[in-house]
């Protein structure tokens, strides 16, 4: 089960919940899952695995993903999100050291902020990071921003989206890098990257994920003042 496909059933599985007024005790006797577990997935405080979800469909002869879509009707008060959002930028200068304090407020508070517009609510950890390096001409250059979508490690034995996507890689010696990915065998944790400059100077490479510090789909492209279309 891919990683999209897994979230579209867990937000189901949680609006089925609700639909049917299912009790950690009723999700239990349906599973056979450990009650602790069961507990932390409906407290969301664990993410349900994909043989969690794989199992309710079995049993109740169903599919998540015909739920996900659903309109849970409420009392409440729908949410309102602001207009912008601050990022944390990491620039060039500051690379090396996001790298080795990725995590680390202090270092995160010194770096700069851009802005994101905001019509619907964020989630999960957003990053900007300025290019460097013509490895991915003509269509990110050097001074480029890129916003980031952090994709959590606990994700990355799914099949990652690279068809969909590029990616911001930080590699424990090879440093941050924005490449796309051509192939990730979800067995080896091994990914290919691919620069996108045709001059011959960047040869693809292979990563494995354990040596990866974190990882981002690029989710927003934003060009250092040039205006010339390319691929028109």
Same mark, same amino acid.
């Given at each position: ?15 089925? %919940?609700?639909?049917?007024?299912? $009790? ?35 049993? #109740? ?14 009392? #409440? ?10 990022? $944390? #930028? %990491? ?22 902020? %851009? ?33 980031? $979508? ?41 990914? %290919? ?21 974190? #990882? ?5 492209? $934003? ?10």
């Amino acid at each position: 089960m891919d990683q999209l496909t897994l979230e579209e059933k867990i937000i189901g599985f949680y609006n089925l %919940v609700i639909i049917r007024k299912l $009790r950690n005790k009723d999700i239990v006797d349906i599973t056979g899952a450990d009650k602790g577990n069961v507990s932390k997935y409906m407290n969301k405080k664990l993410q349900p695995p994909d043989n969690f979800i794989t199992t309710i469909e079995n049993k #109740l002869d169903i599919n998540l993903s015909d739920f996900a879509d659903y309109t849970i009707e409420s009392n #409440l008060k729908p949410k309102t999100y602001p207009s912008h959002i601050e990022v $944390r #930028l %990491v620039t060039n200068k500051a690379r090396a050291g996001y790298t080795d304090s990725y995590y680390a407020d202090d270092y995160l508070k010194d770096l700069p902020v %851009v802005l994101v517009e905001a019509d619907k609510e964020y989630k999960g950890k957003y990053m900007a990071f300025e290019i460097d390096g013509d490895s991915m001409e003509p269509y990110y250059y050097s001074g480029d921003i890129v916003i980031g $979508r952090e994709i959590k490690r606990d994700l990355w034995q799914y099949k990652l989206h690279y068809k969909d996507y590029d990616f911001i890689i930080a590699h424990g010696t090879k440093g941050i890098m924005l490449k796309e990915i051509t192939n990730h065998n979800v067995e080896t944790g091994e990914i %290919v990257c691919h620069s996108l400059n045709t001059d011959g100077k960047y040869k693809d490479f292979t990563l494995n994920l354990h040596e990866v510090s974190f #990882l981002y789909n690029v989710v927003e492209h $934003r060009t250092s003042g040039r205006t010339k279309r390319i691929n028109r």
